[in-house]
């Protein structure tokens, strides 16, 4: 059980816009520490895709952005494509443990 | 560009001990951390701890503290993953990841090392 709660599992068809949540507490997100999403492909490696709550690298699509209020941080998706099916995992630093972790994961399905 | 390289699948008994590496290129290797995050079969991630090649100033996660030991040879740009009694609940991928500090995030990771642990 992370301390980081994400849904198990969210869909949306071709062309929707999706949000994934990642809920925290005062020794996380709510303590003003950043949050990173991260994308992960069948059988591939993760991949960064928003970091410090709501920015980009180089190559990630505007489609993808990412917000945080309070306790909790939310993923955005829009014009969803079948291309991103896939794991979506946030992280954050907790002062509680003095290391960071990583939400449960959410699998995003197209349909 | 950046790049981490992971050393090979490993097939181990349990009890016996192992040692994975992760070879940076492409950037600076003293001047990062270099983290390893764990991925059970069909699970998600989990942070394990990181280390800092310059120095070798290491920090485990409370879960992972005392059962595996992060290393790392500056010299050669690598960094290690180490267990000296596997036990079967080892078997997972493993994966190295550059930590972009002080945000704390992974910019660029390896392809993973997956390791099973089997009588």
């Known amino acids: 059980q992370s301390v980081l709660t994400q849904p198990p599992s969210v869909s949306g068809a071709p062309g929707q816009r999706v949000t994934i949540s990642c809920t925290g507490s005062s020794s996380n997100i709510g303590a003003g520490y950043d949050v990173h999403w991260y994308q992960q492909l069948p059988r591939t490696a993760p991949r960064l895709l928003i970091y410090g709550n709501s920015n980009r690298p180089s190559g990630v699509p505007d489609r993808f952005s990412g917000s945080k209020s309070g306790t909790s941080a939310s993923l955005a998706i829009t014009g969803l494509q079948a291309e991103d099916e896939a794991d979506y995992y946030c992280?954050?630093?907790?002062?509680?443990?003095?290391?960071?972790?990583f939400g449960g994961g959410t699998k995003l399905t197209v349909l | 560009e950046v790049q981490l390289v992971q050393s090979g699948a490993e097939v181990k008994k349990p009890g016996e001990s192992l040692k994975i590496s992760c070879s940076g290129s492409?950037?600076?290797?003293?001047?990062?951390?270099i983290g390893w995050v764990r991925q059970m079969p069909g699970k998600g991630l989990e942070w394990m701890g990181i280390i800092y090649p310059g120095d070798s100033d290491t920090r485990y996660s409370p879960s992972f503290q005392g059962q595996v030991t992060i290393s790392a040879d500056k010299s050669i740009n690598t960094a290690y993953l180490q267990w000296s009694s596997l036990k079967a609940s080892d078997t997972a991928m493993y994966y190295c990841?550059?930590?972009?500090?002080?945000?704390?995030?992974?910019?660029?990771w390896g392809q993973g090392t997956l390791v099973t642990v089997s009588s």
């Open positions: 492409g950037y600076s290797f003293t001047s990062y951390w």
């Open positions: 990841a550059r930590l972009w500090f002080p945000l704390s995030f992974f910019d660029s």
């Open positions: 992280q954050s630093y907790d002062s509680s443990l003095s290391g960071s972790v």
